[in-house]
Each structure stands twice: as structure tokens, then as C-alpha cells.
């Protein structure tokens, strides 16, 4: 498993770090692998705060990024892990901010 800690997705206190994801968001090609791998990841973790962070981290980037990025994050791995939130959330209330941002993608990736 990649390192969960990433300088693009969170500050020394654990809280998502804005200006990493909004530099990540406006990129005008792809997200790197990296990245990618590293988000998946997250969505894996049994730990709350982690797991809404990066869905947090996902809805700025989906909705900032370039057309490239949306289509990148719609066809990754990411959409399966997504769903298997919904399917069987790890916390409470981790299945509705699953929810609320593939609804959110439903009408940005439609």
C-alpha cells in the first residue's frame, strides 16, 4: 500500500492541505499515478477523518480539474472504491459522503 500521508492531501495535522489538492485540481493533464494509487488507497483505511478528508480531497479536484482529470478520475479505481463505500460504509456516515459525491459526479461526469 502507498504511504497514506501525502503533502498534496494533508497538512502536518491531518486536515486536508488546500492549496496541495487546488494545485493538483488545476492541472491541465492527468493527476499523477502516484496521486491516484494514494487516494485509492485512503478510501480503504478504517479511520473516519482519513477516509472524509479524501472524499473531500476528491469533490475539489473533480470539480476543479480539467476535463482530462474528470475523465481520469470517472474511468479509475477510485469509482469502484467509491462504491464499495456506499455497499458497506467502515463508519457511520461515511456512506452518505460517498453518496452525496457520486451524485455530485453523476451530473459533472453526465
Sequence with gaps: MADIRSP?????NGAVYWPGVLQAA???TYLSAELVQTLKDRLKLEQTHIILNTLTAL???SLNGSRQVRDQL??????????RLLNRPPFPGVEMAAAQLLMDWAFLFG
Design 8 to 12: 498534496v492531501l494533508d497538512d502536518r
Design 26 to 28: 488545476s492541472s491541465k
Design 59 to 61: 469533490h475539489t479536484i
Design 74 to 83: 470517472a474511468l479509475s479505481k477510485c469509482m469502484k472504491q467509491l462504491e
